[in-house]
C-alpha cells in the first residue's frame, strides 16, 4: 500500500495542484468545507449510506445480522428443492427413533435422550437449529468487525482530526463486516441443510434439548447408490442420532464444552485483510454501491495463529469431537450387530462420507477456519472399542461423568498409556468418591465445600477442565 490509507489523504496534504486534500473526491475538503463544495450531493451521499445500513442492522444486536443469514440460507434450500414431510414420512422417522433408543438401552447406561422424536424438511432444520449455529458464529464475527475497523482506522499512525473524521465510516465498515460473515454463514449453512441428513450430523448438539431428528431427503440421499433397504438405511442413522443425544442429554458438562471449545478456537482466528485493502485503496468513498461491493466480494481469509493458545483450543475442539463420534460409533455398532444385516456396510458408508469431507468438515471450515481429521476420529473410536473389552459398558460410561476423567489428545496418540495407566490393568480408582451428578454444577464440574475444595478433595489447582 502507498502512504495514503485506503484512499484518504491526510490534512494539509496536497492532491498535486496545490489544493487541499479532498478525502470523499466530491470537490470539498473535511472539515471545513472550502467553498464550492455541494450540500445537497454532501447530503444524498449520506442518505445512501444509511439506506444501505439499514438493510444491514435489522437482525439482532450482535455482529451478524441474522435474518440476512435466515433468508440466504432459506433461499438456497428452496433453490434446490424442499418438499414438505408428508405423515407417512414422519411416522417412519418417529418409529425409527424410537426403536433405536430401545436397541441402545442394551449396549450403555446412558438414559434415552429423545423426548421428543422429529421428522424435519431442510427448511425445518435450518429454523432449529440457528440459534446454536449464533453462538458458533458469533466469536469470528467479532474478529472480523474489530479487525476491518481497525485496517480502516489506520492505528496509530492517522491523524486525530482525520480519525475523527472516519469514525462514522470505520462504524458503517464494522456493520459490513458482519454482512460479509452474514453472507458466507448463510451460504454455508444453505449448503449443509441439503446434505444434513439428523440433528447431529456434525457433532455438535444443534437441536433444541429433548429433540431427536432425521431428515428424511437426506436419509434418501445418503441411501442413493447403497442398494440397502430404505428402513435398514433409516434405522442405522436413528441409531446414530439417538446416540448422540444420549451423550447431549446425560452428560451435563458436554454440551457447554462443546460450544464453548468452538467460541475458543473462533476468537484465536486471524483475519487476512490484504485482498480487503487492495479492495479499499483509492475507492471513491462518495459511491456507496461500490464501497458495498469491495466489501461484499469474496471469501474471507480465516488463518489459525501459530500460538499455543490457539493451538490448545485446536486441540481440545478436535479432541472432544473426535471422543463424541468415536463413543457414537462403538454404541451403534454394539446395537446394530446381529440386528441389521447390513450394519458393517453402513459404517464404512459413514466413515467414507467423514474422510472425503462431508458437509461438518466444510461448514467448520467455512465458519470456523476448521476442519476436522478422520484420523482422530479413528483413534477415537478404537480407543473407546479398547475400553469396553477391558472395563465393560459401565467402566467405559463412567468416563463421560466427569471431564477431568475423558482420554486427552495425548491419550489418543498413545492408547496403550491410558488403557494400562496404572500397571497392568487400567485404573478407574480416580472415579470413588466423585460427586454424583445431581451435585455438580451445570457445567459438569463438582461443588465446592464450605473449605473452597471440590468434593473429591480437589481445590482450585486441580485437574484440568477437559480434554486438552
Do not use: C
Not at 13 to 29: A, I, Q, S
Not at 404 to 422: C, K
Amino acid at each position: 500500500m502507498g502512504d495514503t490509507p485506503f484512499g484518504f489523504n491526510r490534512p494539509g496534504d496536497d492532491d498535486g495542484d496545490g489544493k487541499p486534500g479532498d478525502p470523499f473526491g466530491m470537490g470539498f475538503g473535511m472539515p471545513g468545507m472550502p467553498p464550492g463544495g455541494d450540500m445537497r450531493q454532501f447530503a444524498d451521499m449520506l442518505r445512501q449510506f444509511a439506506d444501505m445500513l439499514s438493510g444491514m442492522g435489522s437482525g439482532g444486536s450482535g455482529p451478524v445480522n441474522w435474518e440476512m443469514v435466515r433468508n440466504i440460507a432459506r433461499h438456497l434450500v428452496v433453490e434446490a428443492g424442499d418438499p414438505s414431510v408428508v405423515d407417512a414420512e414422519r411416522r417412519q422417522v418417529e418409529d425409527a427413533l424410537r426403536l433405536a433408543d430401545l436397541w441402545l438401552d442394551e449396549g450403555t447406561t446412558l438414559p434415552a435422550g429423545i423426548r421428543s422424536p422429529k421428522a424435519w424438511s431442510r427448511s425445518e432444520w435450518l429454523e432449529a437449529t440457528l440459534p446454536v449455529w449464533e453462538k458458533v458464529v458469533d466469536p469470528i464475527a467479532e474478529r472480523m468487525t474489530e479487525a476491518m475497523g481497525g485496517a480502516l482506522g489506520g492505528g496509530e499512525n492517522i491523524p486525530p482530526e482525520m480519525a475523527a473524521m472516519a469514525g462514522p465510516l470505520i462504524g458503517m465498515v464494522r456493520q459490513m463486516a458482519g454482512a460479509m460473515v452474514a453472507g458466507q454463514a448463510g451460504q454455508a449453512l444453505g449448503a449443509l441443510a441439503k446434505e444434513i441428513i439428523g440433528s447431529a450430523d456434525v457433532g455438535l448438539p444443534l437441536a433444541p434439548e429433548g429433540v431427536g431428528a432425521l431428515l428424511p431427503s437426506g436419509v434418501a440421499a445418503f441411501a442413493e447408490g447403497l442398494e440397502i433397504p430404505a428402513d435398514e438405511v433409516r434405522l442405522y442413522l436413528a441409531l446414530r442420532e439417538a446416540a448422540h443425544q444420549r451423550l447431549f442429554a446425560h452428560v451435563p458438562w458436554l454440551r457447554s464444552a462443546l460450544l464453548s471449545a468452538v467460541g475458543d478456537y473462533a476468537r484465536g482466528i486471524s483475519v487476512d485483510l490484504s485482498g480487503l485493502e487492495e479492495k479499499i485503496s483509492g475507492l471513491d468513498l462518495s459511491d456507496p454501491a461500490a464501497l458495498q461491493e469491495a466489501l461484499g466480494g469474496g471469501e474471507i481469509q480465516l488463518t489459525p495463529e501459530e500460538t499455543p493458545e490457539q493451538k490448545l483450543a485446536l486441540s481440545r475442539l478436535e479432541t472432544l469431537l473426535a471422543l463424541v463420534e468415536g463413543w457414537v460409533g462403538v454404541a451403534v455398532a454394539a446395537a446394530s450387530a446381529n440386528r441389521l444385516p447390513s450394519a458393517d456396510r453402513l459404517a464404512e458408508a459413514i466413515r467414507r462420507r467423514r474422510a472425503t469431507g462431508g458437509p461438518a468438515e466444510h461448514t467448520f471450515a467455512a465458519l470456523v477456519g476448521l476442519e476436522l481429521r478422520p484420523r482422530r476420529l479413528r483413534e477415537a473410536e478404537t480407543l473407546w472399542q479398547s475400553l469396553t473389552a477391558l472395563k465393560g459398558v459401565d467402566g467405559r460410561d463412567a468416563l463421560w461423568s466427569h471431564p477431568d476423567l475423558m482420554p486427552t489428545a495425548a491419550d489418543l496418540e498413545d492408547p496403550d498409556a491410558f488403557l494400562h495407566s496404572s500397571g497392568d490393568d487400567f485404573d478407574l480408582s480416580q472415579l470413588e468418591g466423585l460427586p454424583p451428578a445431581e451435585d455438580q454444577g451445570g457445567d459438569g464440574k463438582a461443588v465446592e465445600d464450605e473449605d473452597g475444595k471440590d468434593k473429591d478433595g480437589k481445590g482450585e489447582d486441580g485437574k484440568g477442565e477437559g480434554p486438552a
